[in-house]
C-alpha cells in the first residue's frame, strides 16, 4: 500500500515537471466559486439500483467530480450546488477507482484552485495529491465473468472494499453514508468536521528531533486550497511542499513509511502517528478514515456486495 502512494506521488511530480507548461495554454483562466457554475448543466438524476455509486454535493459552490478507473464514465462530471450525480459500476465488478472533488474552475472542469493534482497543469505545476477522495474495489455481481483483480490474479469477489483517505492530504470536508445493508456490515466515515481552517501549521515532523530542521512545519498548501499529509509535506516540490522527494530518505521514511525499508508495525509505532495532522484527522473523522499509509485498521471496509455508497462533500454535521 505505501508503494502506490509513493507511486502517486512520483507520477504528480513527473506530471508537473513534464507536461503542465505545455498543456496550461489550452484552458481558460480559474474562476471564482460563484462563476465556476457550469451553464445549462443538472444533476443526473436517475435510480440507484445494484452497483451504482453516488456523489453527492452540499457545498455552497458548484464542484466536478473527477474519477480515475471506472469505464465508460466520464472522468469530469459537473455537479451543481445541491445537486448529485449516480455512478453505474459494471456488474462485473472493477478492481480500482478513484473519485474526488474539483472546484474553482474553468469551463472545461480544469485550471482549478483545487483538486487540480493531474494533468493539464497550470503553468507552476500540477497541485499536490490531497484530495479528499474516495477509493474503491467493487464487487462482482455475477455467476460467472467476473473483472480480474490485477494484484491477485483472481476474479473479484461479492466483497465490496473501499477507503476514504487523508493519507496524502484533504481539500473539502467529507462523509461517505451506506445503504442497502446493516450498519454494522458496512460503517461510514464521517468527516464533517474535517476543515481546511484547522490544517495544522506547525506540526512536528523532525522524527523524534534527529532532523530540527523540520520540527515546525505548515502543512497548508500555497496557492492552492488543501492541507498536507505529512510525507507530502516533506517530499513535493512546490505549492509549500520541501521538495525532498526522496520517501526512503533520513527526514521521509518514517512519515512516508515505504516498504521496505519501513515496516507497517515500525510505522505503526513511529512518529507519524504523533503529529497533528494525524491527530487532527482522527479526531475530525472520528476514526473512519486513513490518516497514514498503515492505518487500516482505521480507514480500510470490506462489505457485502449490496452495500450502496455515497459520498457527500461538504456535508451538515453529524452531532
Not at 492541507?227 to 520541501?242: I, S, T, V
Request: with cysteine; proline share 10%.
Amino acid at each position: 500500500m505505501a508503494r502506490r502512494f509513493i507511486a502517486r506521488l512520483l507520477v504528480a511530480v513527473v506530471l508537473a515537471t513534464a507536461f503542465c507548461l505545455a498543456m496550461a495554454a489550452l484552458f481558460k483562466p480559474m474562476r471564482s466559486s460563484e462563476e465556476a457554475s457550469p451553464r445549462a448543466v443538472v444533476s443526473i438524476q436517475v435510480s440507484r439500483p445494484a452497483g451504482s455509486f453516488r456523489v453527492t454535493n452540499d457545498c455552497g459552490f458548484a464542484i466536478w467530480v473527477a474519477q480515475q478507473g471506472l469505464p465508460g464514465a466520464p472522468q469530469l462530471t459537473p455537479v451543481n450546488e445541491g445537486g448529485f450525480a449516480d455512478f453505474s459500476v459494471p456488474p462485473s465488478g472493477v478492481p480500482s477507482t478513484r473519485f474526488w472533488a474539483k472546484a474553482e474552475c474553468d469551463d472545461a472542469g480544469q485550471g482549478c484552485k483545487m483538486g487540480q493534482s493531474s494533468a493539464p497543469c497550470p503553468p507552476n505545476g500540477c497541485a499536490p495529491p490531497v484530495d479528499s477522495k474516495l477509493e474503491a474495489t467493487w464487487p462482482c455481481l455475477l455467476d460467472a465473468g467476473c473483472a480480474i483483480n490485477p494484484s491477485s490474479g483472481k476474479p473479484l469477489t461479492s466483497t465490496l472494499w473501499w477507503n476514504a483517505s487523508a493519507v496524502d492530504g484533504f481539500t473539502l470536508p467529507f462523509a461517505v453514508r451506506v445503504s442497502g445493508v446493516e450498519a454494522s456490515a458496512c460503517p461510514p466515515a464521517d468527516c464533517s468536521k474535517l476543515l481546511a481552517k484547522d490544517c495544522p501549521t506547525d506540526d512536528d515532523l523532525s522524527d523524534d528531533g534527529k532532523n530540527p530542521a523540520y520540527k515546525s512545519q505548515d502543512e497548508k498548501l500555497e496557492g492552492a486550497v488543501g492541507c498536507f499529509a505529512p510525507y507530502m509535506k516533506l517530499g513535493y516540490p512546490g505549492y509549500g511542499g520541501d521538495g525532498l522527494n526522496a520517501p526512503a530518505g533520513p527526514v521521509e521514511k518514517m512519515y512516508a513509511c515505504p516498504t521496505p525499508p519501513t515496516t507497517p508495525e515500525a510505522c505503526r509505532a513511529g512518529p507519524v502517528t504523533k503529529t497533528k495532522y494525524v491527530g487532527l484527522v482522527h479526531r475530525a473523522c472520528k476514526e473512519s478514515v486513513y490518516s497514514y499509509a498503515y492505518d487500516d485498521a482505521v480507514g480500510l471496509r470490506s462489505c457485502p456486495a449490496g452495500a450502496l455508497l455515497e459520498l457527500v462533500y461538504c456535508p451538515k454535521e453529524a452531532g
